[in-house]
């Protein structure tokens, strides 16, 4: 058995990035034992029982690089300087740290950039070079990557196959499932926007709605203050911590209307019809590789009435057949057969 050192956003309670994580986990090869890296080492071993690693304890953290004969940049939007310098400065650091100890290294289901720093282009690119293998989730960070040279593979976001656990369905007609977060491009007049013509929609149709919190700490506040605005007997507001339950119970609607990314991959996974609202280029760039329906959240219309219509179009219209994506998704569990 290798050692690999799984480095990612995790142990957050960020369902996206949880997503990432067990199917990570569910990819790797059976001769490799992982060790996590996570805020909450003890939630992370609990709940896919596996060994941690506290990211907070520095010492642990390098005794563990030392001992690890891999180290895998586990998917997701790491290496961005636009919400925080902080972060790619984190994990570029763990990288070079795994490339000086000997470690092989795979960037794996990256999402690459936004990078507005000269030098924390210059530091990735150095690092991708040195890499065993490079696979990105999105045809701009792929582009990038071939303006920089660097040798990758582009597939779809790996959370297309993660696997779902089942859930009971709903007693009566199928949801609408409602995934919202906080963002400087949700602006209050956009807000109130939202509400106003998801509630017209209850009004006019009787459609029911399921509130789904990707990101409780982050998104249960908006999620509750959405639920007060609504038809009570219509509305449901379901928190879950496990990303295998939440593609579970997204299996159980009839569609989703999100901002984040995961929450629409995993709704077009288990065939849904999706709607998204695009807050970053991550979920723009999955618009444009799909053709799924949506809009940009710094262009909502703003009449109601007209989100409506889009919302009544998208979900009435033929499924999209998204098995080209669920095959592209394979390209990442390739390249872990390297380790």
């Known amino acids: 058995m290798s050692q690999v050192f799984l480095c990612g956003y995790y142990g957050y309670g960020n369902a996206g990035d949880e997503a990432l994580l067990a199917t990570l986990l569910e990819q790797l090869p059976p001769h490799v034992s992982p060790v996590v890296l996570s805020g ?54 763990l990288m070079t740290l795994a490339q000086r100890f000997g470690c092989r290294t795979i960037a794996w289901a990256q999402g690459i950039g936004p990078l507005r720093s000269p030098f924390y282009r210059w530091w990735t690119r150095a690092l991708l070079r040195r ?55 949700l602006t209050g007049d956009r807000w109130q926007l939202l509400k106003m013509a998801l509630r017209q929609w209850q009004a006019e149709t009787g459609v029911p709605l399921l509130l789904l919190p990707f990101q409780p700490q982050q998104d249960l506040p908006l999620a509750e203050d959405l639920y007060g605005a609504l038809v009570p007997e219509q509305t449901q507001l379901v928190s879950c911590e496990d990303p295998r339950e939440m593609k579970g119970l997204l299996a159980t609607t009839a569609g989703a209307i999100a901002m984040r990314l995961h929450a629409l991959i995993m709704a077009a996974s288990v065939g849904c019809r999706c709607f998204a609202l695009s807050y970053d280029p991550k979920v723009s760039y999955l618009m444009a590789d799909t053709g799924m329906a949506g809009v940009e959240l710094a262009a909502l219309p703003p009449d109601p009435t007209a989100l409506i219509h889009q919302w009544q179009h998208t979900f009435t219209a033929p499924v999209p057949d998204y098995q080209p994506y669920l095959q592209s998704a394979a390209v990442h569990k390739a390249v872990l057969n390297l380790l």
């Not at 690693?53 to 961005?80: E, M, N, Y």
């Not at 701009?140 to 656990?165: C, K």
């Open 40 to 93: 909450n080492p003890t939630a992370t071993a609990a709940r896919y029982g596996v060994a941690t690693c506290d990211r907070h304890q520095w010492p642990k953290v390098l005794r563990t690089l030392q001992q690890s004969q891999a180290f895998i940049w586990g998917g997701g939007s790491l290496i961005q300087d636009v919400t925080s310098w902080r972060s790619p400065l984190y994990y570029l650091g």
């Open 131 to 185: 890499c065993l293998a490079v696979t990105v989730r999105d045809s701009g960070s792929a582009a990038l990557l071939r303006q920089w040279g660097i040798p990758h593979q582009q597939g779809a976001d790996p959370v297309w196959l993660m696997s779902a656990r089942p859930v009971l369905p709903p007693k009566d007609k199928a949801p609408i499932a409602v995934c919202l977060r906080p963002h400087r491009h």
